[in-house]
């Protein structure tokens, strides 16, 4: 994986945590593709409460009847490589939004230990 630098593009899905692609949560099947088409990086948020173009508020709260969590998808790359994926979702995404910004790499970094641990006081790996 090549580090990225300067300007890159975020790519921003919001769908349902209930949303899915062939039995499969939506949101991993973006994932797991974004893997594949070897993007630099992908995360899931979770939201804890939001509403989209249904205007239906979806919320974590106990006593609410509707649980359909927002949730983001995040990819990073540069605008070439993002722009190449964004056909991958034509197909996946019926409902949601799709967003990308311009964003600047301040640091892209990866873990040196092979372990996954980082010390996260100073950076070091342990």
């Known amino acids: 994986m090549t580090r990225l630098t300067g300007t890159v593009l975020r ?3 919001y769908v349902g945590e209930n949303d899915t692609w062939h039995h499969r949560p939506l949101y991993s099947e ?15 948020f979770r939201g804890v409460e939001g509403f989209g173009a249904s205007s239906v508020v979806h919320t974590s709260r106990l006593l ?3 649980e359909d969590l927002p949730v983001a998808v995040v ?26 910004d311009r964003c600047e790499v301040v640091r892209h970094a990866r873990r040196d230990d092979g372990t996954g641990a980082t010390d996260r006081t100073g950076g070091a790996p342990r």
Request: aromatic content about 2%; glycine content about 10%; hydrophobic content about 55%.
């Open 11 to 13: 790519l921003t899905v």
């Open 30 to 44: 973006i994932v797991h593709r974004a893997h594949a088409a070897g993007l630099a990086g992908a995360s899931v």
């Open 64 to 66: 609410s009847l509707s």
């Open 75 to 100: 990819v990073v790359d540069t605008e070439e490589r993002v722009r190449a994926f964004l056909p991958e979702l034509d197909g996946l995404v019926g409902e949601g939004l799709v967003l990308l």
